[in-house]
């Protein structure tokens, strides 16, 4: 059983700059593949990002101004969200799987986050 909590959320100004954290229990968390997604109002929940043992994958429209790590030390994957437009608004989810089999398929992942709102004021 793996638990993840987001953290960093916010309002920001347009251009301006937020990084999200997402800690993880458990002790097998270098095996899951790490992902984030978000849902703004009306809309379905979208694949963001990922990272897994091959590499990093996004979305296009984030490509360039998102970065997406982490620290299997601290049991922890991160999303650092630069020159932020008001079209990133949106409640971002942290997923985890274990085996994963499609990136942007939501039933992929094994675990979610509960999600930590992200406002970007114009």
């Known amino acids: 059983q793996v638990q993840l909590v987001e953290s960093g959320g916010g309002l920001v100004q347009a251009g301006g700059s937020l990084r999200l954290s997402c800690a993880a229990s458990?002790?097998?968390?270098?095996?899951?593949?790490m992902a984030w997604f978000r849902q703004a109002p009306g809309k379905e929940r979208e694949f963001v990002a990922a990272?897994?043992?091959?590499?990093?994958w996004y979305t296009d429209s984030v490509k360039g101004r998102f970065t997406i790590s982490r620290d299997n030390a601290k049991n922890t994957v991160y999303l650092q969200m630069n020159s932020l437009k008001p079209e990133d608004t949106a409640v971002y989810y942290c997923?985890?799987?274990?085996?994963?089999?499609?990136?942007?398929?939501?039933?992929?992942?094994?675990?979610w986050g509960q999600g930590t709102q992200v406002t970007v004021s114009s």
């Open positions: 997923a985890a799987a274990r085996f994963l089999q499609t990136m942007l398929t939501l039933r992929s992942y094994d675990y």
């Open positions: 990272i897994t043992r091959i590499g990093t």
């Open positions: 458990g002790r097998t968390f270098s095996q899951y593949a």
